[in-house]
């Protein structure tokens, strides 16, 4: 723990150090982790040495997972959802499931997986996320409803997700195991305490004898998050449900809770996102991303090419949407955190194909780690030379056609 400790803190200093060079480059801080826990994991170094059946790992990925969650409901509350629907909606409701059912062929046919661990691997590697895509996302010149689009499905597609990665694990342990009546009740409760906890605390604190002070205004949201965790946990409900349903109903029913928790929320996850990647970097060893063979490594490069690409294009058909925009939405569909930590889900839940499904997943989330961080600024730069025209060419272009439509 003293060493695994010191790393983090030595690779997260090394991180913010260098943080405002990535801003500017292809460096990537989500890169610098997977690459520091991999050199320092036991495939190389050897100075972390990490189990995949280890309670820190589990633990880690628990915690961190719940904390994502919570805080990406937070930023999608009922009210965006319903103002800006429209092309998320798209991307969520047909981009979603259709990168997934492309991703489970690809793995059934290609690498010869059953059905149900076919389905998991889709459903662990259908969620996106925009941490690896942050200078298009974070670029006002970026158009807004494309940045809209991005963070609205990211944030939401990790919650839609996670019942088809319970379902299809519950179903890869084996039928004397699967108890879906247990199983439902395990998701409502978890949908339950998500939006009774957070909204009792906020109503609590509307009332005239309760009032948060300015400097502690910003751990409410952070005590209602740990009371979310503590019930879910006492109760066995599904905490990631819970979490991600106590963001979004902080969002809709605490807007002042929402706003002074947003900065230090979004700090607490990221330092969990990079504790994961550090720890997920450590499980990989050369051993593993060779043991996958080319039909790995295949898979995972059809799987950032074709499985989401695809998608996307079914999905946006007569949308309106621009070739360059949906252009990008379809690259920016990177196997991001959530993927990672179902992957380590897996790997722990002891199930017979946990080692195959979980280093295909290894080897997708690399590759997608290494080419979407690495490209983000450059593709951001593209809508920059798009806007940063002359302005005699937008003149010409109007005259151009004014003569193209004289009767117009």
Same mark, same amino acid.
């Given at each position: 723990?003293?060493?695994?400790?010191?790393?983090?803190?030595? %690779? +997260?200093?090394?991180?913010? @150090?260098?943080? =405002?060079?990535?801003?500017?480059?292809? /460096?990537?801080?989500? $890169? !610098? &982790?997977?690459?520091?826990?991999?050199?320092?994991?036991?495939? %190389? +170094?050897?100075?972390?040495? @990490?189990?995949? =059946?280890?309670?820190?790992?589990?633990? /880690?990925?628990?915690? $961190? !997972? &719940?904390?994502?969650?919570?805080?990406?409901?937070?930023?999608?509350?009922?009210?965006?959802?319903?103002?800006?629907?429209?092309?998320?909606?798209?991307?969520?409701?047909?981009?979603?499931? !259709?990168?997934?059912?492309?991703?489970?062929?690809?793995?059934?046919?290609?690498?010869?997986?059953?059905?149900?661990?076919?389905?998991?691997?889709?459903?662990?590697?259908?969620?996106?996320?925009?941490?690896?895509?942050?200078?298009?996302?974070?670029?006002?010149?970026?158009?807004?409803?494309?940045?809209?689009?991005?963070?609205?499905?990211?944030?939401?597609?990790?919650?839609?997700?996670?019942?088809?990665?319970?379902?299809?694990?519950?179903?890869?342990?084996?039928?004397?195991?699967?108890?879906?009546?247990?199983?439902?009740?395990?998701?409502?409760?978890?949908?339950?305490?998500?939006?009774?906890?957070?909204?009792?605390?906020?109503?609590?604190?509307?009332?005239?004898?309760?009032?948060?002070?300015?400097?502690?205004?910003?751990?409410?949201?952070?005590?209602?998050?740990?009371?979310?965790?503590?019930?879910?946990?006492?109760?066995?409900?599904?905490?990631?449900?819970?979490?991600?349903?106590?963001?979004?109903?902080?969002?809709?029913?605490?807007?002042?809770?929402?706003?002074?928790?947003?900065?230090?929320?979004e700090l607490i996850a990221e330092v969990f996102k990079l504790a994961a990647l550090l720890v997920f970097g450590a499980l990989i060893t050369p051993a593993l991303l060779g043991s996958v063979g080319w039909q790995g490594w295949l898979f995972a490069v059809l799987a950032l090419i074709v499985a989401r690409p695809v998608?996307?294009?079914?999905?946006?058909?007569?949308?309106?949407?621009?070739?360059?925009?949906?252009?990008?939405?379809?690259?920016?569909?990177?196997?991001?955190?959530?993927?990672?930590?179902?992957?380590?889900?897996?790997?722990?839940?002891?199930?017979?194909?946990?080692?195959?499904?979980?280093?295909l997943v290894a080897v997708t989330i690399v590759l997608s780690i290494l080419l979407h961080s690495s490209t983000d600024i450059v593709v951001a730069r593209w809508f920059d030379d798009e806007r940063e025209v002359p302005v005699w060419y937008g003149t010409v272009t109007r005259k151009i056609r004014r003569r193209e439509?004289?009767?117009?």
């Open positions: 723990m003293g060493v695994l400790l010191t790393a983090f803190a030595c %690779v +997260l200093l090394l991180a913010v @150090l260098l943080s =405002g060079l990535a801003h500017r480059t292809i /460096l990537s801080t989500a $890169a !610098l &982790f997977l690459v520091a826990g991999f050199v320092l994991g036991d495939g %190389v +170094l050897g100075v972390v040495s @990490l189990k995949p =059946g280890d309670d820190l790992v589990a633990t /880690l990925a628990e915690l $961190a !997972l &719940f904390t994502v969650l919570f805080t990406d409901g937070m930023r999608v509350g009922w009210a965006e959802l319903r103002s800006a629907w429209r092309l998320p909606g798209r991307a969520l409701g047909w981009g979603l499931p !259709l990168t997934l059912v492309i991703t489970a062929v690809g793995a059934h046919y290609l690498l010869g997986l059953g059905w149900i661990e076919s389905l998991l691997v889709g459903a662990i590697l259908a969620p996106t996320d925009p941490v690896f895509a942050a200078a298009l996302v974070g670029n006002e010149k970026v158009p807004p409803r494309l940045r809209q689009l991005l963070n609205v499905e990211s944030g939401v597609n990790d919650g839609l997700a996670l019942p088809f990665v319970i379902l299809f694990l519950a179903v890869a342990a084996g039928s004397d195991d699967l108890h879906l009546g247990e199983l439902g009740l395990e998701l409502g409760l978890g949908v339950v305490i998500g939006v009774a906890v957070p909204w009792l605390a906020i109503k609590l604190e509307q009332t005239r004898w309760f009032a948060a002070s300015t400097p502690y205004e910003p751990l409410n949201a952070l005590a209602i998050g740990l009371l979310v965790l503590a019930v879910g946990k006492a109760t066995h409900g599904n905490l990631f449900l819970a979490a991600f349903s106590a963001g979004i109903t902080v969002a809709t029913f605490g807007p002042r809770q929402r706003e002074s928790f947003e900065h230090f929320g998608a996307i294009w079914v999905s946006f058909l007569r949308s309106g949407l621009g070739v360059r925009e949906q252009a990008a939405v379809a690259w920016f569909g990177p196997k991001g955190f959530a993927s990672v930590v179902y992957g380590l889900l897996v790997l722990g839940s002891g199930i017979a194909a946990a080692v195959p499904v979980f280093q439509r004289p009767f117009q």
